[in-house]
């Protein structure tokens, strides 16, 4: 079996007719019945029912039509991938990118790559650090925007944001219009976390800022994004802490504090890519962008002895 043969098994059960598909594949009616024939014997099925006055479906050619245009549909995406992996600065870009990055690096990332890779399609992903970094092992992803991993990785990283946390109160909190207020002050009210699961880093950040704080604080309620901490936090179910690039989306009811500069409450990311494994256009473009982006974000500072 192959490729030529779902081409025609396809074009006959879309014409239902032999002549009539021999015309559209630019081919007589005789090697085109014979190709079907090897194909059925070659799979041990009945794909067609034929007599003199019409040709249909079985069933098993039924749900062989639509298997083969998924796989004629993959082999046409496949060689079109090639095709532009072959072109200078073309292609597609599978992007990975920890949540907190969609309001950080995300942005500045897409601006540099729109000007500099007008050609290259932008295929983003949602995703968490870890589920990034198996993905990028597996050639499932070129490029990832992970927070920094204590792991060693077996992939190229280059450090290219870093930013501190920030305390967000419902806007009806007492403290909500006080300024420079000490995050000591919430060390007895609740408080909202995003999920130690989806965000590790964040929630390991947001522990050790509230230590350095000199208390432990009282997580009583969980989240896996930040739409559902800020949704929490405005209903009153209490305090949290989330990057402070968090506060560039517009999400009314609640108030954003800035806390002092921390190393122990510092969110980094890096972006990451497989300089062995990878397809050339993903480490170009992250060999020549990532330096910039980094320069672009402005906010890195060399970790604490």
Same mark, same amino acid.
């Given at each position: 079996?192959?490729?030529?043969?779902?081409r025609?098994?396809?074009?006959?059960?879309?014409?239902?007719?032999?002549?009539?598909?021999?015309?559209?594949l630019?081919?007589?009616?005789?090697?085109?019945?014979?190709?079907?024939?090897?194909?059925?014997?070659?799979?041990?099925?009945?794909?067609?029912?034929?007599?003199?006055?019409?040709?249909? *479906? =079985?069933?098993?050619?039924?749900?062989f039509?639509?298997? $083969?245009? #998924?796989?004629?549909?993959?082999? !046409?995406? &496949?060689?079109?991938?090639?095709?532009n992996?072959?072109?200078?600065?073309v292609g597609?870009?599978?992007?990975?990118?920890?949540?907190?990055?969609?309001?950080?690096?995300?942005?500045?990332?897409?601006?540099?790559?729109?000007?500099?890779?007008?050609?290259?399609?932008?295929?983003?992903?949602?995703?968490?650090?870890?589920?990034?970094?198996?993905?990028?092992?597996?050639?499932?992803?070129?490029?990832?925007?992970?927070?920094?991993?204590?792991?060693?990785?077996? *992939? =190229?990283?280059?450090?290219?944001?870093?930013?501190?946390? $920030?305390? #967000?109160?419902?806007?009806?909190? !007492?403290? &909500?219009?006080?300024?420079?207020?000490?995050?000591?002050?919430?060390?007895?009210?609740p408080?909202?976390?995003?999920?130690?699961?989806?965000?590790?880093?964040?929630?390991?950040?947001?522990?050790?800022?509230?230590?350095?704080?000199g208390?432990?604080?009282?997580?009583?309620?969980?989240?896996?994004?930040?739409?559902?901490?800020?949704?929490?936090?405005?209903?009153?179910?209490?305090?949290?802490?989330?990057?402070?690039?968090?506060?560039?989306?517009?999400?009314?009811?609640?108030?954003?504090?800035?806390?002092?500069?921390?190393?122990?409450?510092?969110?980094?990311?890096?972006?990451?890519?497989?300089?062995?494994?990878?397809?050339?256009?993903?480490?170009?473009?992250?060999?020549?962008?990532?330096?910039?982006?980094?320069?672009?974000?402005?906010?890195?500072?060399?970790?604490?002895?």
């Amino acid at each position: 079996m192959d490729i030529k043969q779902l081409r025609y098994f396809v074009m006959v059960a879309e014409e239902l007719s032999f002549s009539k598909a021999a015309t559209r594949l630019h081919m007589s009616q005789p090697p085109l019945s014979q190709q079907i024939k090897a194909l059925e014997e070659e799979m041990g099925v009945e794909l067609f029912v034929r007599n003199r006055r019409a040709v249909r *479906l =079985t069933e098993a050619g039924q749900v062989f039509l639509r298997e $083969s245009r #998924v796989l004629l549909d993959q082999f !046409r995406t &496949a060689v079109n991938v090639a095709i532009n992996a072959s072109r200078e600065n073309v292609g597609t870009l599978r992007l990975g990118v920890a949540t907190s990055g969609l309001f950080s690096v995300l942005p500045t990332l897409l601006a540099l790559i729109r000007a500099e890779y007008p050609k290259v399609d932008v295929q983003l992903s949602d995703m968490q650090s870890e589920a990034q970094i198996q993905a990028l092992s597996q050639g499932m992803l070129d490029l990832g925007i992970v927070h920094v991993s204590p792991q060693k990785l077996s *992939l =190229t990283r280059h450090p290219v944001h870093s930013e501190n946390l $920030s305390l #967000v109160m419902p806007a009806s909190h !007492r403290l &909500a219009a006080s300024p420079d207020v000490p995050l000591s002050e919430f060390a007895d009210e609740p408080m909202v976390a995003l999920s130690r699961i989806h965000a590790p880093t964040v929630f390991d950040a947001a522990i050790a800022c509230c230590a350095e704080a000199g208390f432990s604080p009282l997580i009583q309620h969980t989240a896996r994004s930040p739409f559902t901490i800020f949704q929490m936090v405005r209903m009153g179910f209490g305090v949290a802490l989330v990057p402070r690039s968090y506060r560039f989306g517009d999400y009314p009811g609640v108030v954003f504090h800035d806390l002092p500069a921390s190393d122990l409450g510092r969110i980094r990311m890096e972006l990451v890519w497989d300089e062995r494994r990878g397809a050339s256009l993903a480490r170009t473009l992250a060999q020549r962008l990532a330096p910039r982006l980094a320069e672009a974000l402005g906010t890195l500072r060399p970790p604490a002895p």
